[in-house]
């Protein structure tokens, strides 16, 4: 079946230890997007890409940056992570070309603990 | 800037109809959605109104759109406890999402 991936699932770091997690989508979808979500609070989109194109959310921290390289694969680093870094981060993708650029199809999330 | 607001909980009886309501502000999204989250889980797409749209059914689920009050519901018929989860509207914003903060459905057998 066609899907969203995320891996791993949960991810444990220390404080200051720079962690990447992973998202791979086997839709073809060339829109790909980082949500980062805490507990009881709405989603908050961190970052997308357009095809190659990044776009960084203007409140995004610089302590989160992601790659793409290639359509099936994105990554989160998270350079420096703080305690209020601790959240469930949810990787999403969806295709250009339809009306429905919104319908987007999420992965499982990665929970990261900061300890 | 945008922003998507909806009651925190809502407990209902199985059998039961559930209402979920959600206010937004952008009056130029196309397209608002429902998205359902069950524990564990990632956000998974229940259904989609256009914004010229009242009403859309799809099975149990009815949607209803008052775009005068940028008002949206989602009605649930015959709840089942399978429903329980958080329930998330999003209006579209450019090519991006904006969600509220959810509403925990409890249905209570």
């Known amino acids: 079946d066609a899907m969203v991936i995320q891996n791993p699932r949960y991810q444990v770091t220390q404080f200051g230890k720079p962690v990447t997690l992973s998202c791979s989508q086997t839709l073809n979808h060339n829109v790909m997007y980082w949500y980062q979500q805490k507990s009881s609070q709405a989603p908050k989109l961190l970052f997308h890409y357009y095809d190659k194109d990044f776009n960084n959310e203007a409140d995004t921290p610089d302590n989160f940056q992601s790659r793409r390289p290639n359509t099936s694969f994105c990554f989160l680093d998270i350079r420096s992570p703080g305690l209020g870094d601790a959240a469930m981060y949810l990787c999403a993708t969806s295709r250009e070309g339809t009306r429905m650029i919104h319908e987007q199809y999420f992965g499982p999330g990665t929970r990261l603990t900061v300890t | 800037g945008e922003d998507v607001e909806q009651s925190l909980f809502l407990s209902v009886r199985e059998g039961d109809s559930s209402v979920i309501n959600c206010t937004y502000t952008?009056?130029?999204?196309?397209?608002l959605y429902w998205y359902k989250q069950e524990p564990g889980a990632g956000l998974q797409l229940l259904t989609y109104i256009f914004s010229n749209m009242d009403m859309k059914q799809d099975q149990r689920l009815t949607v209803l759109l008052n775009k005068k009050d940028k008002h949206l519901s989602l009605r649930i018929a015959d709840t089942q406890t399978g429903d329980s989860a958080i329930y998330f509207c999003?209006?579209?914003?450019?090519?991006?999402?904006?969600f509220g903060a959810g509403t925990i459905l409890r249905v209570k057998s």
């Open positions: 999003a209006e579209s914003s450019g090519n991006k999402l904006v």
């Open positions: 952008d009056s130029s999204s196309t397209y």
